[in-house]
């Protein structure tokens, strides 16, 4: 079973930086798509940003220009570079892998990790 472990949560004020890491069980090469998700306390949950296997890359508006989203295949690893955080992207941050296989994408989700920011 696939295990994606987040890490690098925390509390930061506003203005300041984080960098979150999800780390597989397995090559993040087997994956064709890897992305970071978000939920805020009553709201739905919403993607962040993702990265697929060649390295094309998708943000959501609110976070372009502010976020960057990596990977280290040698690590298993993908990365979220958070800077000029703002209360707004207060939320728990999961990891998400998908793997496609014939026509029915299978997904593999984090436990979370929590991002607080304080105004």
């Known amino acids: 079973q696939v295990q994606l472990v987040e890490s690098g949560g925390g509390l930061v004020q506003a203005g300041g930086s984080l960098r979150l890491s999800c780390t597989a069980s397995?090559?993040?090469?087997?994956?064709?798509?890897m992305g970071w998700y978000r939920q805020a306390p009553g709201k739905q949950r919403e993607l962040v940003a993702d990265?697929?296997?060649?390295?094309?890359?998708n943000y959501a508006d609110s976070v372009k220009g502010r976020f960057t989203i990596s990977r280290d295949n040698a690590k298993n690893t993908v990365y979220l570079q958070m800077n000029s955080l703002k209360p707004e992207d207060t939320a728990v941050y999961y990891c998400?892998?998908?793997?496609?296989?014939?026509?029915?994408?299978?997904?593999?989700w984090g436990q979370g990790t929590q991002v607080t920011v304080s105004s």
């Open positions: 397995e090559g993040i090469n087997n994956f064709d798509n």
């Open positions: 990265i697929a296997r060649r390295g094309a890359t």
């Open positions: 998400k892998a998908t793997k496609w296989v014939l026509y029915s994408a299978r997904e593999y």
